[in-house]
């Protein structure tokens, strides 16, 4: 697991080239500016989120019912922030358009599309991404044997930015 930086116009972004976080900038202020875009991108391995009957709960606040996260999910999004802190060590946060892709276990009880929510609220935690309103794209689904999900996240970053 780690950031990976890949060029636009390489037949694929696998990642192989990996290099080390600290790296990350360094590697990123070398890109030409006649290249235009460069990606960032980093995998991740997390638990699979509490359902969602299992996030919230109603309770009464100040006379009114309101929505509120259970116990046992704010404590998943605390264990998985951490883990994606500890795993993917990049000293910055990634703004601007961010592309998610997640792949959950076959036998994964849940709907795709419940999941979402709780692994981008887990991201912006980890303050490895910006902010979900971001997330220009997300794509969900469950192709994986078993094991725990796989969150993969790009980024593009223009020249100008990383000029900056």
Not at 66 to 91: E, G, L, M
Not at 110 to 128: C, E, P, Q, T, Y
Request: aromatic fraction near 4%; hydrophobic fraction near 40%.
């Amino acid at each position: 697991m780690g950031i990976c930086v890949a060029e636009r116009g390489q037949a694929k972004t696998d990642c192989k080239g990996r290099i080390p976080a600290s790296t990350v900038k360094q590697r990123l202020a070398q890109v030409s500016v006649e290249q235009g875009v460069s990606m960032i991108s980093f995998t991740v391995e997390l638990p699979v989120p509490p359902s969602i009957n299992a996030s919230y709960r109603n309770a009464l606040i100040k006379g009114k019912m309101r929505r509120v996260k259970t116990d046992h999910y704010k404590k998943w999004r605390r264990a998985s922030a951490f883990t994606i802190q500890s795993k993917i060590k990049y000293d910055g946060r990634i703004g601007g358009q961010v592309s998610v892709t997640i792949a959950l276990p076959k036998d994964c009880r849940m709907d795709v599309d419940n999941v979402i929510k709780a692994f981008l609220d887990a991201l912006v935690d980890s303050k490895r991404i910006d902010d979900d309103r971001h997330v220009m794209s997300v794509s969900s689904s469950k192709i994986l044997s078993s094991g725990p999900a796989m969150v993969v996240v790009k980024s593009w970053v223009s020249s100008e930015a990383v000029a900056a």
